[in-house]
């Protein structure tokens, strides 16, 4: 009984662990983490990072990410990037993308999500939130 449970399970936590990838570290300098529910790592190139992912650089780190729908992120030092949500269709081009910067730097080029869907894509700031529409650009949040 328990074996039947438990293969029972198995396919659906596969596919919840496949469905958890976002995107993956392209290139990392100095100290930098990746933070998963209590787990901080230290962030290496080659990593998976999932939706609720916190990026964190240190007074010499950067991380560049690049996700499923070809965004591509990459922080400066001192930075706290939380990756609060990500939704992609890669049939549609369609989904959503929201990303907390807390601290730091973040260096934006959009991909698929802000090409397939207006308004999908928002960068959060302790002051402001950032619609995205398909562009690059930089912003920048000081330590409060």
Do not use: C, H, W
């Amino acid at each position: 009984m328990i074996a039947a449970v438990v293969s029972g399970l198995v396919p659906a936590l596969g596919a919840a662990a496949q469905a958890e990838r976002i995107g993956q570290l392209r290139s990392v300098a100095g100290d930098a983490f990746v933070v998963r529910g209590d787990a901080r790592e230290p962030a290496v190139v080659g990593k998976i990072v999932q939706q609720k992912d916190v990026i964190e650089t240190g007074k010499d780190g950067a991380v560049g990410i690049t996700f499923d729908d070809n965004s591509v992120f990459s922080t400066g030092p001192n930075s706290n990037v939380s990756l609060d949500e990500f939704k992609y269709n890669p049939s549609t081009l369609k989904g959503s993308f929201l990303a907390k910067l807390g601290k730091g730097t973040l260096s934006v080029i959009s991909g698929d999500i802000a090409r397939g869907s207006p308004e999908a894509m928002k960068i959060r700031t302790p002051s402001a939130i950032l619609g995205v529409r398909g562009t690059r650009f930089l912003v920048r949040v000081d330590e409060q």
